[in-house]
């Protein structure tokens, strides 16, 4: 059985525009800093999302790992309008790292939910 094809991509609610699409779903998720859906842990285990959360200086930094059919259902503009969010696996690598040196995890059942990375206590979450 072959895995998943996943998709990492990087969002990060400092700058809409910039940081984020300036479009929708993008702005119901990243535009009100205190509903930011990338930390509403239901709604990420329902979409079977891995998450990574770290600060970034005073902003909220997620690296996303998502299965290909979710993105083409939910924000199928992120493959071809907004790649410029999208994180690929350097050579030799599993997963990618996110722009802050922040990880992404791999997509797995165990991995699904809300993690919080920071360098100085490493990785943390459900």
């Not at 842990?41 to 600060?55: G, P, T």
């Not at 993105?71 to 599993?94: Q, S």
Request: hydrophobic share 35%; charged share 30%; glycine share 4%.
């Amino acid at each position: 059985m072959q895995p998943p094809e996943v998709i990492y991509f990087e969002l990060n609610n400092w700058t809409r525009g910039e940081d984020y699409p300036d479009e929708q779903p993008f702005l119901d998720w990243m535009d009100n800093d205190l509903k930011l859906r990338f930390h509403n842990r239901d709604w990420i285990k329902e979409n079977k999302l891995v998450v990574v959360f770290s600060i970034v200086d005073q902003s909220a930094n997620f690296c996303i790992t998502a299965l290909k059919d979710w993105v083409e259902e939910n924000c199928p503009k992120l493959l071809t309008e907004y790649t410029e969010f999208l994180r690929e696996p350097e050579y030799g690598e599993e997963v990618p790292h996110g722009s802050f040196d922040c990880p992404f995890l791999e997509w797995t059942p165990e991995n699904i939910g809300w993690h919080y990375w920071d360098e100085a206590h490493d990785m943390c979450g459900d």
